[in-house]
């Protein structure tokens, strides 16, 4: 039977040796590598396909054992994907919790009580849209 192989991205020391203790102790399952976040997760996976690339053009590897690595490297990718939107969604609930999200945000409180939009807020990663008009007031040309 082949073993399932694993890659252990954790950022704590201590939960990865011991993961990869208990993995180790059963024969379906091989630890081939441990990280300590899902940016060097990502770069294990590009490595290792990278390396099963050149063993196949050299003949010393299969067409399955590349498609592996490029699902494993997928996987990798949207694993950072997700971690990087909890950090941004635990950023934003920090603010809300402590009191800062509308200061960290750009919102002027004064704009919200007279119904007016003086500036776009700062919402990481947000764009204005552009298949809309727009409801902010337009800027006067400037005097020169």
């Known amino acids: 039977m082949e073993k399932i192989t694993i890659l252990i991205a954790d950022d704590h020391k201590l939960i990865r040796e011991t993961w990869s203790y208990i993995l180790n102790s059963d024969p379906r399952f091989e630890v081939v590598a441990e990280c300590g976040d899902a940016e ?3 770069e294990l996976a590009k490595q290792s396909l990278d390396a099963e690339q050149k063993k196949y053009a050299l003949g010393a590897s299969t067409s ?3 498609l592996q690595n490029q699902s ?3 996987t990798a990718e949207s694993n950072l994907v997700s971690a990087m939107a909890a950090y ?4 934003i609930e920090l603010d809300r919790a402590t009191g800062l999200l509308l200061e960290h945000a750009g919102i002027n409180l004064s704009d919200a009580e007279r119904g007016e939009v003086t ?3 700062k919402v990481p990663y947000v764009t204005p849209r ?3 008009q727009s409801v902010m007031p337009q800027q006067p040309p400037s005097q020169q």
């Open 40 to 42: 060097e997760a990502v």
């Open 130 to 132: 552009t298949d809309v």
């Open 64 to 66: 399955t054992l590349v």
């Open 119 to 121: 500036h776009m807020p």
């Open 72 to 74: 494993a490297l997928a």
């Open 88 to 91: 941004e969604k635990a950023q």
